[in-house]
């Protein structure tokens, strides 16, 4: 039992610091060659789980090789816009001014149903208020509206929106996150005196709260209110 246990562990953190080396863009959005990877290093990582007659560096070095093969494509797609066109394809234009375009749908072995759910998930129901939609490389549909279904921007109007910034988490389960306050531009002090202006007393009382650098604050209690 012990033996299984530490050469799950050992699969387990390997795999994990691969992925990490590899980034998070293979987590969001997977290219045909980083789903070939996944696909093998899930079979090769579950063989030694499964066979304890298989030596661990039987698992752990085709998977090394394999992370090995996935960032130098990565490189030399990086450095070739035709290698890489080989590699990843191109992106698919689908539909263009509110028209479909059947020889790429078929290409791609898109079909209308698929389309339209996807055009749905984009909350983009008419066809023809569409100027692109564009089929990715990772297999996601980007819309681009046209001109005159965009939304309305406050740039538009003239009008001049003050800088929020970034809401950083300060408290989080009743503890405070001093490193995030100070990114915000505040103090335990400035914490203590704004949190005596709600109904709370303490900070262990509070859920969370996040502030921005314009000092605009939200809190929700441990008491869902």
């Known amino acids: ?18 992925m990490r080396v590899m980034g998070k863009r293979q987590l969001g ?17 579950a063989n030694p789980l499964q ?21 130098l494509l990565t490189w030399i797609g990086g450095k070739s816009i035709r290698f890489r066109a080989i590699m990843f394809d ?6 263009e001014h509110g028209r479909i375009d059947p020889a790429e749908m078929a290409k791609n072995r898109f079909t209308p149903e698929e389309l339209m759910k996807a055009l749905r998930a ?39 929106i003050p800088h ?11 503890r405070i996150i001093s490193d995030n306050l100070a990114i915000a531009g505040f103090d335990e002090r400035w914490l203590e005196e704004r949190i005596k202006t709600t ?20 809190i929700s209690g441990k008491d869902g209110r």
């Open 29 to 45: 959005e997977m290219e045909l060659t980083e789903f070939v990877v996944a696909v093998l290093v899930a079979d090769l990582a």
């Open 122 to 160: 984009k909350d983009c129901v008419d066809v023809s208020k569409i100027q692109y939609a564009i089929l990715e490389t990772d297999g996601k549909i980007s819309i681009l509206k046209e001109p005159a279904e965009a939304p309305v921007s406050a740039k538009q109007f003239g009008a001049e």
């Open 164 to 174: 929020k910034g970034l809401p950083h988490i300060v408290i989080s389960e009743g």
């Open 90 to 95: 191109k992106p698919s234009i689908l539909i």
């Open 199 to 218: 109904k709370y007393s303490s900070a262990k009382d509070i859920y969370i709260m996040t502030v921005d650098e314009a000092g605009n604050v939200y």
């Open 51 to 71: 066979d304890l007659g298989i030596p661990m560096i039987n698992g752990i070095v085709p998977i090394i090789t394999l992370f090995c093969c996935e960032v």
């Open 1 to 18: 039992m012990i033996i299984i246990i530490i050469r799950t562990l050992i699969i387990y953190f390997s795999l994990l610091l691969i």
